[in-house]
T-cell receptor, first 113, second 115 residues
Framework: GQQLNQSPQSMFIQEGEDVSMNCTSS?????WLWYKQEPGEGPVLLIA?????ELTSNGRLTAQFGITRKDSFLNISASIPSDVGIYFC?????????????FGTGTQLKVEL | GAVVSQHPSRVICKSGTSVKIECRSL??????MFWYRQFPKQSLMLMAT?????????EQGVEKDKFLINHASLTLSTLTVTSAHPEDSSFYIC???????????FGSGTQLSVL
């Protein structure tokens, strides 16, 4: 199945630093969503984007839906230890059966105290 | 956000047995639910789209006779892994979306280990 290109694959940063990760695709999507997944758990929705160019924040998280509809980025400001986890982007295509998602390859974030 | 419940969270079974996984939307109705599979250190791959009252739609390469999906009500979809083998060992996750929302919410996943 198709996967989106997500970078970086992993990041090891210090507490308090800002983090940026992005996702690119060769296909256009109607929606972009960002999730965080911790070991043994299902993904938890962080931010959902619906329009090209849209910039949305959720606390220390900010994400943007690229103008071309083929990319999206997620920024985390002032990282803290609990930000550790794997972050996935997902591009969505609205079908008769709902919002069908294609996931990125994931970015593993590790935060050093 | 909306709550999606998945059960069981973990199952260990012998090769050749069948395993049923349940996915429930607790506070909303969902005509469509999605089933994903995730291997260790990999991303989520869509297996099938579960449609209430009709047949599921399977992604290319996913055997419909092996992964039986039933969406009997607006709040419940089940995935049955038939005649499971060790290569079916994986993390299975379901998702659903409230009717008016494009946001997909995920269950907590089921770790299947086939011995």
């Amino acid at each position: 199945g198709q996967q989106l290109n997500q970078s970086p694959q992993s990041m090891f940063i210090q507490e308090g630093e800002d983090v940026s990760m992005n996702c690119t695709s060769s296909s256009i999507f109607n929606t972009w969503l960002w999730y965080k997944q911790e070991p043994g758990e299902g993904p938890v929705l962080l931010i959902a984007l619906y329009k090209a160019g849209e910039l949305t924040s959720n606390g220390r998280l900010t994400a943007q839906f690229g103008i071309t509809r083929k990319d999206s980025f997620l920024n985390i400001s002032a990282s803290i230890p609990s930000d550790v986890g794997i972050y996935f982007c997902a591009g969505g295509i609205l079908t008769g059966g709902g919002n069908k998602l294609t996931f990125g390859t994931g970015t593993q974030l590790k935060v050093e105290l | 956000g909306a709550v999606v419940s998945q059960h069981p969270s973990r199952v260990i079974c012998k090769s050749g047995t069948s395993v049923k996984i349940e996915c429930r939307s607790l506070d909303f109705q969902a005509t469509t639910m999605f089933w994903y599979r995730q291997f260790p250190k990999q991303s989520l791959m869509l297996m099938a789209t579960s449609n209430e009252g009709s047949k599921a739609t399977y992604e290319q390469g996913v055997e419909k006779d092996k992964f039986l999906i039933n969406h009997a009500s607006l709040t419940l979809s089940t995935l049955t892994v038939t005649s499971a083998h060790p290569e079916d060992s994986s993390f299975y996750i379901c998702s659903a979306s409230p009717e008016v929302s494009q946001k997909l919410f995920f269950g907590s996943g089921t770790q299947l280990s086939v011995l």
